[in-house]
């Protein structure tokens, strides 16, 4: 219990409840305002898609809150520490508190703790929770909202295996069947069979994974100088694919778990598929993000700390103007790297760089 007291005081609890009161508070107040708006935008698609109100609610707002908190997080961590902070600048408790002995670097203990809380929750919600939510949440878009699902795929081509690429021209998600199949097995850079089917069929009452059913076949098999032949009506077959390879709704990386989100991105990249930008970007967002929380702490700290004329609303203007800067940086910097090339972790990490630049900066210009 002693260490406990050295490391946090009864101001530290103070600073503590009053940064995540107000974290939280701003939350309800800033999301429970976009829900209003998000409602009145879509009301007509509502009630021309005849969408129940059981689903509007429990499907999509009960999940529209936390995916858009979690994903708005670093602007009100930034907007709380700018309040909050502000306000004892204001009433000269700041003052008080470095009169009394407390350096700079002392005051932003409970800031940092208060961060680090912020942190992991974020990581949690983003790589654990909201995906499942967002599964639903899509679903309910896709359904009465957009009117638009993703059923049928063309000319898709992937590598099931070491040396094994399959072709499907035709896919139909709705009855998990595939038209004009091909199958090639290379060995050495060497072709040794050829399969081609009118159609191929998931199973999905198979107790096995990657059961497909192959109708109307022909196989030919390469052995040195000899050609073999066979045909056939109907065969079962265990082939490393799934309807869901073929079918990729708009933000699917969004839907996965972190455990998930990194299964698929190494099985992609082991079929040499071009569609695995976004999952990469996704992937490392989830651990960038929950670090924003500490550096925009510290620039929310440095900036407010000071009492000044322009009193809290100059801060608050500065505030929302950096932490709409870093958003839109991130979201910049996903498109970059997903349209134009650029590695994925510099894509997710480069706004926490930068920033990390202007945060070192101001805490040394702060009142020390």
């Known amino acids: 219990m002693k260490w406990y007291k050295r490391l946090i005081s009864k101001l530290d609890v103070y ?26 935008e879509n009301i007509d698609k509502f009630t021309t898609n005849h969408a129940p109100w059981k689903g509007i609610i429990f499907e999509y707002y009960a999940n529209f809150v936390p995916y858009f908190s979690n994903l708005f997080s670093p602007l009100f961590v930034f907007i709380s520490v700018i309040f909050f902070t502000s306000k004892l600048a204001e009433n000269s408790e700041i003052i008080a508190m470095m009169a009394a002995g407390m350096s700079f670097k002392r005051l932003m203990r409970p800031y940092m703790i208060s961060a680090a809380i912020i942190a992991v929750m974020t990581f949690l919600l983003g790589a654990y929770v909201i995906p499942k939510g967002s599964v639903t949440r899509l679903n309910f878009e896709n359904t009465y909202k957009k009117k638009k699902r993703t059923e049928f795929a063309q000319n898709v081509q992937l590598q099931v295996d070491t040396g094994v690429i399959a072709f499907i021209e035709h896919f139909d998600g709705r009855t998990k ?116 929380s500490f550096i925009l702490t510290i620039i929310g700290l440095s900036l407010s700390a000071r009492k000044r004329k322009g009193g809290m609303g100059l801060y608050l203007g500065i505030g929302l103007a950096l932490s709409a800067s870093y958003i839109l940086f991130q979201t910049v910097s996903s498109t970059f790297a997903i349209n134009a090339d650029w590695p994925p972790a510099l894509a997710a990490w480069l706004p926490n760089i930068i920033f990390a630049f202007i945060a070192f900066f101001l805490y040394k210009k702060a009142p020390q």
């Open 15 to 40: 600073l503590i409840k009053k940064f995540l009161g107000t974290y939280f508070f701003s939350i309800a107040l800033i999301i429970s305002i976009a829900v209003v708006f998000d409602f009145n």
């Open 177 to 292: 069947t595939g038209y004009h199949f091909s199958l090639d097995k290379f060995v050495n850079k060497k072709l040794v069979s050829h399969l081609t089917a009118a159609s191929v069929s998931y199973d999905t009452l198979s107790d096995e994974r990657y059961h497909w059913r192959i109708n109307n076949y022909t196989l030919r098999e390469l052995k040195g100088m000899r050609e073999y032949i066979s045909h056939g009506s109907r065969i079962d077959s265990i082939i490393a694919m799934e309807p869901s390879d073929f079918l990729l709704t708009r933000n699917q990386q969004e839907t996965l778990t972190s455990p998930e989100l990194k299964e698929y991105i190494v099985k992609q990249r082991a079929r040499g598929s071009g569609n695995v930008k976004p999952f990469e970007v996704e992937y490392q967002k989830r651990f960038a993000t929950p670090f924003a």
